[in-house]
Nanobody, 124 residues
Framework: QVHLLESGGGLVQAGDSLRLSCAASERTASDYSMAWFRQAPGKERDLVAAINWNGTRSYYADAVKGRFAISRDNTKNVMSLQMSSLEPEDSALYFC?????????????????WGQGTQVTVAS
């Protein structure tokens, strides 16, 4: 299991940008696919974006396509989520996750390592 630590959340205005980062605890995290999930109060934890082990493949939820970009730097054991044109509906607790499957993983149940989350609040 990989220890994950998110950072970069905060309170922003609609239309602003924000960059989230996820630091992994070990070098072998580069063998894992990773993803960002988000959970708003009273709602399910949903996939936002996922990336394969070497960053060559990615997946985005329809709600964020064209606005968010996922990336990773395996030399630094860091994954990032660049969020642009933020909307109040993007407000949620954002979680970083890692899966032992090297391909892009869509199912939440296939992720075995999770961070504690970082809060993103978008004011209208």
């Amino acid at each position: 299991q990989v220890h994950l630590l998110e950072s970069g959340g905060g309170l922003v205005q609609a239309g602003d940008s924000l960059r989230l980062s996820c630091a992994a605890s070990e070098r072998t995290a580069s063998d894992y696919s990773m993803a960002w999930f988000r959970q708003a109060p009273g709602k399910e934890r949903d996939l936002v974006a996922a990336i394969n082990w070497n960053g060559t493949r990615s997946y985005y939820a329809d709600a964020v396509k064209g606005r968010f970009a996922i990336s990773r730097d395996n030399t630094k054991n860091v994954m990032s989520l660049q969020m642009s044109s933020l909307e109040p509906e993007d407000s949620a607790l954002y979680f970083c996750a890692a899966s032992r499957d090297q391909a892009v993983v869509i199912s939440k149940n296939d992720y075995n390592s999770w961070g504690q989350g970082t809060q993103v609040t978008v004011a209208s």
